[in-house]
Nanobody, 127 residues
Framework: QVQLVESGGGLVQAGGSLRLSCVAS????????MGWFRQAPGEEREFVGA????????HYADSVKGRFTISRDSAKNTVFLQMNSLKPEDTAVYYC????????????????????WGQGTQVTVSS
């Protein structure tokens, strides 16, 4: 069992930045690919970005490419989502998720590929 706790959400003006953090409970954090998803009211949960267990492979949704960056600190069992140039359409609850991986380069863009989820953190971008 892996517990994930997100933090760093909040209210920010359009054009601003936020950094989300997700701390994992297990020491085997390096065995998991990590992903970020978001869900706006009345919308489906959507993929934002992911990073492989080894940290060398990342992938982003087109809507955030060039603005968001995922990184991980294995020593702290933490994955980060740096969000710059935020837009009102980025407003959502953001979730981190962990996927068991057997390859250092494995990532998944589908929510079904993830085994554990955090409780979410609200990000609100005002215009």
């Amino acid at each position: 069992q892996v517990q994930l706790v997100e933090s760093g959400g909040g209210l920010v003006q359009a054009g601003g930045s936020l950094r989300l953090s997700c701390v994992a409970s297990r020491r085997t954090f390096t065995s998991y690919a990590m992903g970020w998803f978001r869900q706006a009211p009345g919308e489906e949960r959507e993929f934002v970005g992911a990073i492989s267990s080894g940290g060398s492979n990342t992938h982003y949704a087109d809507s955030v490419k060039g603005r968001f960056t995922i990184s991980r600190d294995s020593a702290k069992n933490t994955v980060f989502l740096q969000m710059n140039s935020l837009k009102p359409e980025d407003t959502a609850v953001y979730y981190c998720a962990a996927a068991r991986s057997y390859s250092y380069s494995y990532i998944s863009v589908n929510s079904a590929g993830y085994d554990y989820w955090g409780q979410g953190t609200q990000v609100t971008v005002s215009s």
